[in-house]
């Protein structure tokens, strides 16, 4: 092959595997009864019934797959091989999630047959692929805000497993229909627990584990701080001795917050089907502790027993507490100059983190654009590393900036973090899809084979998301691609002055 089909080839590719070398030959055809042989250490069964579903759904075809033992050495449970020849497709996996993996990479490797008005069929190049992820913990953020259709969540969780992110935490904005205290939601703008329900099983089957957020410290009003909306007050000012007076953060002192806020987490975690990890945010709280007896009281002796409160008790159910960091580091202290700190020196919050539990998993949060450093500092991510020696498990949290997340990416997998949560907010539609899409999904799983922000990946990303189109049975307009719109729907789109 020349290194322009080599490149073509790989371009498609999102994320690009560990080691991948092409071959010249006769292409693998994707037909009825084509040779599969399927390696697997376990479920082997349920592994081929997996296979067989993957190859209709993908290419319409039923396979000959052949079941064998696997032999060899992988690089990790969601690690997997697969040799392409004319005539045989082999693939060797532990079992579900890797064979997810490869069945992922072998859809976009995969090209329809030419000279044909429609569709005759798929194909395979010849090859070898060695592939394994770099990080084990590899997440997107998605928000569900009262104006966001829950299509559109689908549709991230289906691009995200597609690229081989295998965790989503879903922060319901103030729409989560609770029942234990239904008035800690916008009535009337509840979103459908049943349709909800589908996504969490959904992810299962896509290989993706969906992780509930609810915010614990600060961001207490579940609306942006911008609006002046609040979820709770709005409508029911009675609730005012709960919150802080300005509403935007929970009042620690009262016995009533922590019992409510029990039962909104644990109905939470129960209806996600009880995850391995709960997101209790604890971003952003600047106005915290100032309501009467809050300022009476220690405040980070308040927020300590209020963490370790919620710790412990996921712990009992075998779940760890995910939390941003920004609290547990001062604003104004030389060592984070550049970088997110959010407690004020008033807070006195700096030395927290000693006396919480090292299981509690940090996650950093930085969207600072490295070039915008001052000239003299490199964008050395301080934050993550000082957490990680003090024997915390860290996340990195990039946001849109291209180089942000690649550079925070490779520092996590370099320095063995515990992984990457890329964040999007309400904001994963444009030019910020490949950031989120190509840059995020490719530095968590491959670090070393980074494609550059083009066209090329844009491209590819538009590709892989028709076929998420087309798996999802999309029928409007509004919600093809991943932008509802193509041009602004402002007062006037089309200059007509």
């Given at each position: 092959?020349t290194?322009?089909d080599?490149?073509?080839?790989?371009?498609?590719l999102?994320?690009?595997p560990?080691?991948?070398?092409?071959?010249?030959?006769s292409?693998y055809l994707?037909r009825?009864?084509?040779?599969?042989?399927?390696n697997?250490?376990?479920?082997r069964g349920s592994?081929?019934?997996?296979?067989?579903?993957?190859?209709?759904a993908y290419?319409q075809?039923?396979?000959?797959i052949?079941?064998?033992?696997?032999?060899g050495?992988?690089?990790g449970?969601?690690?997997?091989?697969i040799?392409?020849?004319e005539?045989?497709l082999?693939?060797?996996?532990?079992?579900?999630?890797?064979?997810?993996?490869?069945?992922?990479?072998?859809?976009?490797?995969a090209?329809v047959q030419r000279?044909?008005?429609t569709?005759s069929?798929?194909?395979?190049v010849?090859c070898?692929?060695d592939?394994?992820?770099?990080?084990?913990?590899?997440?997107?953020?998605l928000c569900i805000?009262?104006e966001?259709?829950?299509?559109?969540?689908?549709?991230?969780?289906r691009l995200?497993a597609y690229?081989?992110?295998n965790y989503?935490?879903?922060e319901?904005w103030?729409?989560?229909p609770?029942?234990?205290?239904?008035?800690?939601?916008?009535k009337?703008q509840?979103?459908?627990k049943?349709?909800?329900?589908?996504?969490i099983?959904l992810?299962?089957d896509?290989?993706i584990?969906?992780?509930p957020?609810?915010?614990?410290l600060?961001?207490a009003?579940?609306?942006?701080?911008?609006?002046?909306?609040h979820a709770?007050?709005?409508?029911?000012p009675q609730?005012?001795?709960?919150?802080?007076?300005?509403?935007?953060?929970?009042?620690?002192?009262?016995p009533?917050t922590r019992?409510?806020?029990?039962?909104?987490s644990?109905?939470?975690?129960?209806f996600?089907?009880?995850p391995?990890?709960f997101?209790?945010?604890c971003?952003e709280a600047?106005?915290i502790?100032?309501?009467?007896?809050?300022r009476s009281k220690?405040l980070?002796?308040?927020?300590?027993?209020?963490i370790?409160?919620?710790?412990?008790?996921?712990?009992?159910?075998?779940?760890?507490v995910?939390?941003w960091h920004?609290?547990?580091i001062?604003?104004?202290?030389?060592?984070?100059?550049?970088y997110?700190a959010?407690g004020?020196?008033?807070?006195q919050?700096?030395e927290l983190?000693k006396?919480?539990?090292?299981d509690i998993?940090i996650?950093d949060?930085?969207?600072?654009?490295?070039?915008?450093?001052?000239?003299?500092?490199?964008p050395?991510?301080?934050?993550?590393?000082?957490?990680?020696?003090?024997?915390f498990?860290?996340?990195v949290?990039?946001?849109?900036?291209?180089?942000?997340?690649?550079?925070?990416g490779?520092m996590?997998?370099?320095r063995?973090?515990y992984g990457m949560?890329?964040?999007?907010?309400?904001?994963?539609?444009?030019?910020?899809?490949?950031?989120i899409?190509?840059?995020?999904?490719?530095?968590?799983?491959?670090p070393?084979?980074?494609?550059?922000n083009?066209?090329s990946?844009?491209?590819?990303l538009?590709?892989h998301?028709?076929?998420i189109?087309w798996?999802m049975?999309?029928?409007?307009?509004?919600?093809?691609g991943?932008?509802?719109?193509?041009v602004?729907s402002?007062?006037?789109?089309?200059?007509?002055f």
């Amino acid at each position: 092959m020349t290194e322009r089909d080599v490149k073509i080839l790989t371009d498609r590719l999102i994320p690009r595997p560990k080691k991948i070398d092409f071959r010249d030959g006769s292409e693998y055809l994707l037909r009825d009864n084509c040779a599969v042989a399927l390696n697997v250490a376990h479920d082997r069964g349920s592994c081929a019934e997996l296979a067989g579903k993957l190859f209709m759904a993908y290419w319409q075809c039923a396979p000959d797959i052949r079941i064998g033992d696997l032999s060899g050495t992988l690089r990790g449970e969601e690690s997997y091989k697969i040799s392409i020849t004319e005539n045989l497709l082999e693939i060797s996996a532990h079992g579900r999630n890797a064979l997810l993996n490869a069945m992922k990479t072998l859809r976009q490797l995969a090209e329809v047959q030419r000279g044909t008005k429609t569709v005759s069929g798929y194909f395979l190049v010849q090859c070898d692929v060695d592939d394994a992820p770099a990080l084990n913990f590899r997440g997107i953020h998605l928000c569900i805000f009262p104006e966001t259709p829950l299509w559109d969540i689908e549709k991230q969780l289906r691009l995200a497993a597609y690229h081989k992110f295998n965790y989503a935490v879903i922060e319901p904005w103030g729409v989560f229909p609770f029942e234990s205290h239904p008035e800690f939601s916008w009535k009337n703008q509840q979103l459908d627990k049943t349709a909800l329900k589908r996504l969490i099983t959904l992810g299962k089957d896509l290989g993706i584990t969906l992780i509930p957020q609810l915010n614990l410290l600060g961001h207490a009003s579940a609306s942006r701080s911008i609006t002046g909306k609040h979820a709770v007050l709005s409508f029911d000012p009675q609730l005012q001795p709960l919150f802080e007076p300005e509403g935007w953060s929970w009042c620690l002192t009262n016995p009533e917050t922590r019992k409510i806020l029990t039962d909104l987490s644990l109905e939470l975690h129960d209806f996600f089907d009880r995850p391995p990890f709960f997101h209790i945010g604890c971003d952003e709280a600047d106005n915290i502790g100032t309501c009467r007896d809050c300022r009476s009281k220690e405040l980070k002796t308040l927020i300590k027993e209020h963490i370790c409160f919620f710790h412990d008790l996921f712990a009992g159910r075998n779940a760890k507490v995910i939390m941003w960091h920004d609290m547990l580091i001062t604003k104004g202290d030389p060592r984070w100059k550049g970088y997110t700190a959010c407690g004020l020196p008033e807070h006195q919050l700096g030395e927290l983190y000693k006396e919480l539990p090292r299981d509690i998993i940090i996650a950093d949060w930085q969207y600072r654009n490295p070039e915008t450093l001052p000239e003299d500092a490199d964008p050395d991510w301080p934050v993550a590393k000082f957490f990680n020696q003090e024997n915390f498990d860290v996340l990195v949290c990039p946001w849109l900036n291209w180089n942000g997340i690649v550079e925070q990416g490779k520092m996590a997998a370099k320095r063995n973090l515990y992984g990457m949560l890329e964040t999007t907010w309400h904001i994963f539609h444009e030019r910020h899809a490949t950031a989120i899409h190509c840059a995020a999904a490719s530095v968590a799983w491959n670090p070393e084979q980074i494609p550059e922000n083009s066209l090329s990946n844009r491209l590819a990303l538009a590709q892989h998301t028709r076929q998420i189109d087309w798996d999802m049975g999309v029928k409007e307009y509004a919600e093809t691609g991943w932008c509802k719109n193509q041009v602004s729907s402002g007062p006037f789109p089309l200059n007509e002055f």
